[in-house]
């Protein structure tokens, strides 16, 4: 094996972030297949805001997660978490454009504008740490 | 599925070339496919909607198969320093290619579907429609969770003095079975995607 720098960095423990935020994905894309399943018809909105808040919720939990791990790679979190962003609120605001565009209004609107910023805030996060876990924290 | 060979020290010992991670000159092809989309939707043009559905789907499940079916399988039986070339020489594109089919098959092909009025719940194939967004969705979730991250962690971890070989190897082995899981998926969103169009 290569010799390592810090192999207590890159061998350590951390938590489950990576597994949670695979949770929050599968939330949201259940939610998005009832929700596309039921248009262009009303969508029942409970299991979708269950759903959603479920999603959110998790995401919360995971930023605490991450904002305790002492010794992180910071800087390659930023950098790929930061393009990452960029990238994915592009794609959400096709999405967002495409609902408002086939006239999808109110509260439907809301809960599916909030599914996609739950997503494209989690992709980021999800990818940044699964390159910072094993980034050097001192480079 | 190939048995896949775990990477020694040496296999990194030698020149390496420079592992980019995002090919910066080919975004600007994203963005006129990407303004193209746009396009297509706000006009609710016919053609242009089946010509990004049809031609972003058949390249996302044609590479997908390829992929997971006979390069993956080739690239874990390679020797180590040739698996390294040619990963971090693809993975960068793919990178940049997938998301953008991803992104013109299923705005497309949602869009064109709701103007067809194939969404509506009298729709004689709604079941199979559904059935598409459940073999997407877990496709998705798959690529997104687990294939992704570990293209994207093999590409950092190449751009090391030292890449660590067991890692590299761990992570390569996730890529290669993810693929070739997301590839057979793709044999079911061809059957589903012939029934509708031929009913």
């Known amino acids: 094996m290569a010799t390592h720098p810090h192999p207590q960095v890159a061998e350590r423990e951390l938590p489950p972030i990576q ?5 929050v994905l599968v939330l949201i894309v259940i939610g998005g297949i009832y929700t596309a ?12 805001i269950t759903l959603l808040a479920l999603a959110a919720v998790l995401l919360g939990v995971n930023f605490v997660l991450l904002s305790r791990i002492e010794n992180f790679a910071w800087d390659a979190f930023r950098l790929v978490a930061g393009w990452v962003l960029v990238a994915y609120i592009v794609i959400a605001g096709m999405l967002e454009y495409v ?22 805030v989690n992709i980021p996060l999800l990818l940044g740490f699964s390159v910072a876990r094993f980034q050097d924290p001192a480079e | ?19 980019t991670i995002v090919p910066l000159r080919l975004l600007p092809v994203v963005v006129v496919v990407i303004v193209g989309m746009v396009v297509a939707i706000a006009t609710n043009s016919l053609w242009a909607l ?18 997971g079916l006979v390069l993956g399988p080739i690239i874990g039986s390679m020797s180590i320093p040739a698996r390294v070339e040619l990963t971090s020489r693809l993975m960068p594109k793919l990178l940049l290619i997938m998301p953008t089919l991803v992104t013109m098959t299923l705005g497309a092909g949602f869009q064109l579907a709701r103007k067809l009025g194939n969404l509506s719940a009298s729709y004689p194939n709604h079941g199979w429609l559904v059935a598409s967004y459940i073999v997407v969705g877990v496709m998705a979730t798959i690529a997104l969770g687990l294939l992704e991250p570990a293209n994207i962690a093999v590409l950092f971890e190449l751009r090391k003095p030292e890449p660590n ?11 290669i079975y993810t ?6 998926m793709q044999i079911a969103t061809l059957v589903i995607m012939t029934k509708l169009a031929s009913s």
Not at chain 1, 19 to 23: G, V
Not at chain 1, 106 to 115: D, E, R, S
Not at chain 2, 1 to 19: K, N
């Open chain 1, 19 to 23: 597994q949670i935020a695979i949770a």
């Open chain 1, 37 to 48: 399943a039921h248009l262009p018809r009303h969508v029942p909105q409970a299991p979708t």
């Open chain 1, 99 to 120: 609902f408002v565009y086939d006239d999808t209004r109110g509260t439907q609107l809301l809960i599916l504008t909030l599914m996609l910023l739950v997503f494209a």
């Open chain 2, 1 to 19: 599925m190939a048995s896949i060979a775990e990477p020694t020290p040496q296999a990194f010992s030698g020149a390496r070339p420079r592992v």
């Open chain 2, 50 to 67: 089946d010509f990004y559905h049809v031609v972003g789907g058949g390249l996302w499940t044609g590479i997908d198969l390829f992929l």
């Open chain 2, 165 to 175: 070989g067991a890692r590299i190897g761990r992570l390569m082995k996730v890529f």
């Open chain 2, 179 to 184: 693929s070739g899981i997301t590839g057979l």
